[in-house]
């Protein structure tokens, strides 16, 4: 069986010694029959020096050790200065092998041990009511900084603390003040700073007096400071875990805290799960119904079907705006605001649909497939339309076939022209005592073409609303099939040029007279015409 030789870094303070020697001797208790022999020793300022454990262990002929530091974060200390140390020690005994563990956190045994100091330190207050300051000793090395900030989270994880903010006592920001500020402004009440640190030490020591500083100025607050993680049988079975870690050559990354490997509090229902595609919860994109039944072996892909909006930049919802930001490919319509993609990261791939090779009706199917293509390849892919995408959008034949292909598809709604450009043109498409009800209607086959599907004598017969989309080379013979049907000839129209742009414009007409003046005027697409009784609200264009 290997030696092991439990490395500290070294204390100025008596105690702190105590509480190593005292590890020491509970890991050698613990570890008898697993463990050949432990001793421990210290890289600097106590003793013994490491030089005296490692000769304690070689006179009783150890040839292979495993060497463990005593650390709690991978910084300085564990990653450059013990290993230095140990090979002083080969050279000063050849023939000496040995194998080096890793730093013991982050761990659930030190985050159960830190939560039962802070509990010890509440003495019966509610975690609710309580902030926690989880203090660590701070370092040059952003990774160990980083790992103090994940035991923080960990720690809030499914224990009802009200929060767990990390804070540094050297080389580090937050310092202790700082971060007792902050918990402060976020509304604190109750405090217990946790000093994350296995034993006394001059730092520790500093954490206590600087929080006392701090509660002086803040009699308000009620702060109050947990015991260090110290020498007890959680930390010596820790130990013994990472002794055997070492033996059996199993020093990868930590996967200690992979809720995927050990239970973790707030993760109860993951491990031993086997992993699906899915949506987070807080995600923009729907919930998982689109998912079952299909084998997404293509990793995450997915794709949004995004309205966005009649035109100007910030008419579209926040939620196309969060998948525009995370999008990786963007797919846009001739009329989807074309200010948007100037705010797209510059690695995002657009593609413009007007370019699409076209053959009779084959553009619809080449935009389906290319959409399909970029999921399939496991990318984010948002399908960026003007307006609405169910409103004569044919958003849903791209649902459609992303569904058939086993895409995760999502809708995201978006203002459609047929309600704003009205809006912006001063005519709401309901008033109270004017008109109940508003019909949207697509002008792209004129009355009486054998493919309509639109009743226009049944529309010339009704009182509301009509908007028309998609009728600037449509207009005068539909207006003449709504006079032939009925509709009174001195209905007022209103013909709406790039609504929400700069240059938008609007041309009035009565029904019967709508076509000559249009045509007159210039009206192109985009062009929205709203007619009925709703249009005389319009304020007269300035």
């Known amino acids: 069986m290997n030696g092991l030789v439990i490395v500290g870094h070294g204390t100025r303070s008596v105690a702190g010694v105590e509480q190593f020697a005292a590890l020491v001797e509970r890991v050698r208790r613990r570890g008898a029959g ?12 106590s003793r013994p020096p490491l030089t005296d454990a490692v ?57 159960d041990a830190l939560e039962q100091r802070v509990d010890a330190a509440l003495a019966g207050a509610d975690r609710a009511g309580t902030w926690v300051a989880l203090i660590g000793r701070g370092s040059t090395d952003p990774d160990a900084n980083a790992e103090v900030a994940k035991v923080a989270r960990l720690l809030w994880e499914g224990r009802g603390y009200a929060g767990v903010e990390p804070g540094f006592i050297s080389l580090a920001e937050p310092s202790v003040p700082a971060v007792l500020d902050r918990l402060r402004r976020l509304g604190a009440r109750r405090i217990v700073v ?24 803040h009699p308000e607050l009620d702060v109050r400071v947990a015991d260090l993680i110290g020498d007890c049988d959680a930390l010596a079975d820790l130990v013994l875990e990472r002794y055997a870690e070492a033996l059996g050559g199993d020093i990868r990354m930590n996967c200690d805290t992979c809720a995927y490997r050990v239970l973790m509090p707030g993760f109860a229902d993951k491990v031993g799960r086997p992993q699906r595609p899915h ?65 797209l990261r510059p690695d995002v791939l657009v593609v413009d ?10 553009a619809q199917d080449a935009i389906n497939a290319a959409l399909v293509s970029h999921a399939r390849a496991g990318r984010r892919v948002v399908r960026l339309k003007g307006g609405d995408p169910y409103v004569f959008g044919r958003g849903h034949e791209e649902v459609q076939a992303c569904r058939a292909a086993g895409v995760p598809v999502t809708v995201v709604p978006g203002v459609s022209s047929a309600i704003a450009a009205p809006a912006l043109a001063g005519v709401p498409v309901t008033h109270r005592g004017v008109a109940h009800d508003v019909t949207v ?22 009182r509301g609303t009509l908007v028309l989309l998609m009728a600037v080379d449509t207009i005068a013979k539909i207006a003449a099939a709504l006079v032939e049907h009925g509709r009174a000839p001195d209905t007022p129209v209103l013909a709406i040029q790039d609504a929400g742009h700069p240059d938008q414009r609007s041309v009035p ?31 007269p264009p300035a």
Request: proline fraction near 10%.
């Open 55 to 111: 000769g304690a262990l070689v006179a009783r002929g150890h040839r292979a050790l495993v060497a463990l530091p005593l650390v709690l974060t991978g910084a300085g200390h564990g990653k450059g200065d013990i290993p230095a140390a140990m090979a002083r020690e080969q050279q000063r005994h050849p023939g000496l092998s040995y194998r080096y563990g890793r730093p013991l956190g982050p761990h659930p045994l030190l985050h």
């Open 34 to 45: 697993a463990v050949g022999d432990v001793e421990g020793g210290f890289i600097e300022l």
């Open 279 to 343: 949506d987070h919860p807080d995600d923009p994109v729907g919930g998982h119904h689109h998912h079952h039944g299909h084998d997404h072996h293509h990793g995450h892909g997915s794709v949004g079907v995004v309205g966005g909006g009649p035109g100007p930049d910030d008419l579209i919802t926040v939620r196309g705006q969060a998948l525009l930001d995370a999008a990786e490919v963007v797919v846009v319509d001739r009329l989807a605001p074309q200010g948007l993609l100037a705010g």
């Open 194 to 217: 946790a000093p994350y640190f296995l034993f006394a030490g001059v730092l520790p020591d500093r954490i206590v007096a600087q929080a006392a500083e701090f509660t002086a100025a």
């Open 441 to 462: 209607v697509s002008g792209h086959l004129p009355p009486g073409h054998p493919d309509s599907l639109v009743d226009w004598a049944a529309l010339a017969r009704a």
């Open 353 to 362: 649909a007007a370019k699409v090779p076209r053959g009779p009706s084959m």
């Open 509 to 539: 007409a009565r029904l019967d007279e709508i076509g000559a003046v249009a045509a007159r005027a210039g009206i192109a697409p985009p062009a929205v015409f709203v007619l009925g009784p709703v249009v005389a609200l319009a304020a």
